[in-house]
């Protein structure tokens, strides 16, 4: 069997995001960039279900210009057998929408025909947790959302997932091909080592484009403005209850 799993390239999670002085978008020239972190964790989760003897292959994807082809060597270098680099250079006013990433990711599964797809269950640059369900929509596949755990059966062709709710612990059973989307506490990726670093450059990547793909990434959203949240004020002591009550009631005007 097959795993698909799709990575994105985003700003570094340690870095402090800064808005252009253009207020056009985020600043991203001489800023590190790096795998979404969800997408690391679904890609150790891919090779952990492969080393298990559940699938033979691991195929990363991504959609982005050029430079994105360094967080798919991040992908091979962590295991990954081989790549696809749907090449796309972002406009910052049209960006691509979770429809439009969905819509290729179903064009690229379409013609490797996993058994099993992967994705962290957002990005940490828009926060929108949409492309897997909407993915597993236009596939009319199955869906697990927020695994903490996963489970495949081959002789049955299932997936077990236990998945994160607000009541606890929920367990699925999904058919397979399915679509999975992976939560922080699933796992913890694996450090790429410097053997498989130079092994990663000799794995193939293979360059398509949209059109390649026949999908339509034209936008309906338009980004007109980019701010900086309002930089907080600082905290006061009350001394009593009833100067609290009346910071509330004239100053917050939630009372």
Known sequence: MKILVAVKRVVDYAVKVRVKPDRTGVETAN?????NPFCEIAVEEALRLREAGAAAEVV??????AQSADTLRTALAMGADRAVHVLHDPDP?????????AKILRAVALQE??????LGK???DDDCNQTGQMLAGLLQWPQGTFASKVLLDKEKQKATVEREVDGGIETICLKLPAV???DLRLNQPRYATLP???KAKSKVIKKVTPEDLNVDIRSDMEVTEVNEQPKRKAGVILSSVDELLDKLKNEARVL
């Open 31 to 35: 800023v590190k960039m790096s795998m």
């Open 60 to 65: 990363a994807a991504t959609i982005g210009p």
């Open 93 to 101: 006013a049209r960006p691509l929408l979770p429809l439009v990433v």
């Open 113 to 118: 025909k996993p058994g099993l797809v992967i």
């Open 122 to 124: 957002q990005a940490i």
């Open 180 to 182: 999975i989307t992976t």
């Open 196 to 198: 498989n670093i130079m």
